[in-house]
Every structure is written in C-alpha cells, then in structure tokens.
C-alpha cells in the first residue's frame, strides 16, 4: 500500500498491506494492548507487514520506545482475530490494536523497559484523547479473547498505565483465604460470578456451572487486574477486585 501521514505525530510510518474498511466507516471506540510473543522487534515487525501473514496493527512499539505506524486508524487492521467485548464481535472494526514489542510467555515473560512503556503511554494517551476512547475500553488481547490469548500478560504493568491516565483499574484486593469458587461448582453464587464478568463486558455464558471456560476468563480477569496471582480460581481477592472495578465504573456512579 502507498504512504500515509501518521495519525500519531510520535510515529515512524512503515506500512502494512494487511488491512481492509471498518466495517460501516466505524470510528474506533477500543485500544487492544498485544505483546508480539517474538524474540526479535525487527522480526515481529516483518511478520506484521508480511501479506502471508495476514495479521497486522495499526501501531508497533519498540522496546526502545520506538513507535511505528503500520495501519492508518481510519483503517480496520488484523490484530485481534476471533475475539468478543460487551457482545462486539467484530473487535478489529472498533479498535485500535497495538504490538508492543516483547518475547512475552514464549520467552520467559520479561519485564517491558521502562521507556517502551513511556511510549505505549503516550501513544494511547493521544489515541485516546483524539477518539475520546473511554478508560475501561483500553483492554488486552487476553480480555477480548480469553483462553485463546494471553498477551500482554501479567507483567503488563496496567497499574502504572492507570496512574498516567490510561485504562480502568482498582488496586487489586490482597491474595488470602477464604470461600472460593473453582472447576465444576454450580449454583447461584457462580451464576452471580459470570454475571458480574459479562457486566463488566468478558464474554461468558451465564449458567451457573463453573466450566472451562469460566476458568479461562477469571484467569484473562486476573492477568489483567489480579496479576499476582493467575490460576482461574475465583477467591474472594478476584470476586473483590471484580465488584469494586464495576462499581467504580462511570454508568453506575450517575447522580
């Protein structure tokens, strides 16, 4: 594809030829946080801009803090592939995804430098600000599709996002004992538990059978929110972390 004028004025355009119409002329509404699961930025950048490859983003971040545009955001590019938020099914058409550059799970799980991660902030923050893109609609990949995914994974550190004025976030509820729920309980109370992960926007069925999964989400909720500790059992830290992240949400806190 031709040249394009970076919609982000910190960005370097290299273009992807993966991209196609959003769907309707959709204006973006999501951010979707990835990490590239490679171990080299240069590769994982060819990869995305490779048409075999049939996958792009509009963004990719360096480690060195390098941002590179990829995709025009008017565009709808290849990022997040079967994936679900709030009942939108067709994720690409409504975000903006960005690669950050990091060997992520495949690689040991680094640490993001520091510098990558100023750049990530600034990115979304104008992003954000130019598509007036609500807070708790700056997700990960693993939230929009969860058991399929897991980037940018429990490392990814939201919290410091959250203080710059980036994504939705609540200081997690400490990790102890207590009543929990786990694979192949069923009743009300789990019933109430995948209905508080569908009103926060998680795709999952409400049952009332603790199945696989509703395992898979509670672990995309604590990779993302819970990150200390991630093992699908829903302990009363996550349920806590979960009520408090709703109730702080702006549609319950009009007066």
């Known amino acids: 594809m031709s040249e394009f004028v970076a919609d982000f004025s910190g960005a370097m355009v290299t273009s992807s030829p993966n991209h196609g119409p959003r769907v309707d002329g959709r204006a973006p509404d999501m951010i979707v946080l990835h990490y590239t699961g490679m171990p080299d930025d240069d590769q994982a950048h060819s990869w995305l801009c490779n048409p075999d490859s049939q996958v792009s983003s509009h963004y990719f971040v ?9 995709v025009p955001e008017s565009a709808r590019a290849w990022h997040s592939g079967k994936s ?7 994720i690409n058409s409504a975000a903006i995804g960005i690669e950050i550059a ?17 750049a990530v902030v600034e990115l979304c923050r104008d992003c954000g600000q130019r598509w007036q893109i609500a807070p708790e609609r700056v997700l990960g990949h693993s939230d929009v599709a969860p058991i399929r995914k897991v980037d940018p994974g429990e490392n990814f550190p939201w919290a410091e996002l959250h203080v710059a004025g980036i994504g939705h976030w609540v200081e997690p509820a400490p990790v102890g004992g207590g009543r929990f ?12 538990l995948q209905s508080m992960l569908s009103l926060y926007g998680y795709d999952i069925e409400i049952t009332g059978n603790f199945c696989e999964r509703t395992k898979g989400v509670i672990e995309a909720f604590q990779r993302h929110f819970r990150p200390q ?11 806590d972390t ?6 702080s949400l702006p549609k319950y806190n009009q007066v």
Do not use: M, Y
């Not at 979960?242 to 109730?247: K, M, P, T, V």
């Open 102 to 118: 990091n060997p992520g799970h495949p690689g040991g799980l680094p640490f993001f430098p520091p510098v990558q991660i100023q």
């Open 84 to 90: 679900c938020w709030s009942g939108e099914r067709d």
């Open 229 to 239: 500790k991630v093992d699908g059992i829903a302990d009363i830290s996550t349920i």
């Open 181 to 192: 729920f786990q694979r192949g309980e069923t009743g009300q109370p789990i019933e109430a």
């Open 242 to 247: 979960l009520h408090r992240l709703i109730a």
């Open 62 to 70: 360096h480690q060195d803090g390098r941002v590179l545009q990829l």
